[in-house]
């Protein structure tokens, strides 16, 4: 009976990630999106990036030095990656610089810590 329940989960999420997968595209904003969907929209981005420059997902798995073809093909469908693989696919795709803006203090941040430093 638990194999039979496990067999529904199982089944029950993949038709909610169909769904999911179904309502984003490329350019969907990413304010109002779960933390998968931000994942997948990612994902359907790479793909289109990788199709532009006519290359198989195992010849860009592959150029990217990712451990396996299917490390690539996997991210594309369900959107997930670890972080070092993610970076290696930036760095393929030369797109380096824009992992390099991340998390950089805001043009407020830097105003704000400047005029700290003034009122000391």
Partial sequence: MSNELLKKLQNSQTKIKKKLKNK???NSA???LTDDEIAMVLAMRAKELRL???KKQSDFAKESDL???STYSNYEQKGSISMIN???VMRTFGRLDELEKLLLPT?????EKIEKQRVK
Wanted: net charge positive.
């Fill in 24 to 26: 984003l595209n490329p």
């Fill in 30 to 32: 990413f304010g109002t």
């Fill in 52 to 54: 532009t420059q006519n």
């Fill in 67 to 69: 451990s396996s073809a």
């Fill in 86 to 88: 993610f970076i290696k």
């Fill in 107 to 111: 043009t407020k941040e830097k105003i």
